[in-house]
């Protein structure tokens, strides 16, 4: 083989290697990719039992109900509709009713949310912006002295 066939083959390996790396790169992304979901899209049936996403709004007034142990179940809503929500663990400090959260977990058949992982917001004045923009596109006026519709999903 000449110089210049070797350089050949020694340039095409190393696109070939580096084109496997990229391809197991993608592989591994795309079964960790997450969607962002709001409550109007889970009762709407855009989703499948089983599927995992992340579920944003804001936590429905006098919902939290505390069960055995670390067991929490509680409501998110986005004024429209609202989901049911379990969750076993140790929620944020700074999970309240009618705060801005984001829950990432796989919808039950029963349609309850199974939540693995709870996001509250870090201060007042704070909430996850795709939950905010999500929430916005719905016609929620945020911030202080918004009013919700009448006969929004509390």
Do not use: C
């Amino acid at each position: 083989m000449t110089r210049k066939q070797k350089r050949g083959v020694l340039i095409g390996s190393g696109v070939a290697i580096l084109s496997l790396a990229a391809l197991l790169v993608m592989f591994a992304f795309r079964e960790n990719i997450v969607f962002f979901h709001t409550p109007s899209d889970v009762t709407a049936n855009k989703i499948d039992a089983g599927q995992r996403f992340r579920l944003g709004g804001l936590v429905a007034e006098g919902s939290v109900k505390r069960g055995q142990g670390t067991t929490v179940g509680f409501a998110v809503t986005d004024t429209l509709a609202k989901v049911d929500v379990s969750y076993t663990g140790i929620l944020p400090d700074l999970f309240r009713e009618g705060q801005g959260v984001v829950t990432e977990g796989r919808l039950g058949p029963d349609g309850v949310f199974v939540a693995d992982t709870v996001l509250a917001k870090h201060d007042e004045n704070y909430m996850p912006p795709e939950v905010a923009k999500a929430l916005q596109e719905k016609g929620v006026k945020l911030g202080p002295g918004a009013e919700h519709p009448a006969g929004a999903a509390n």
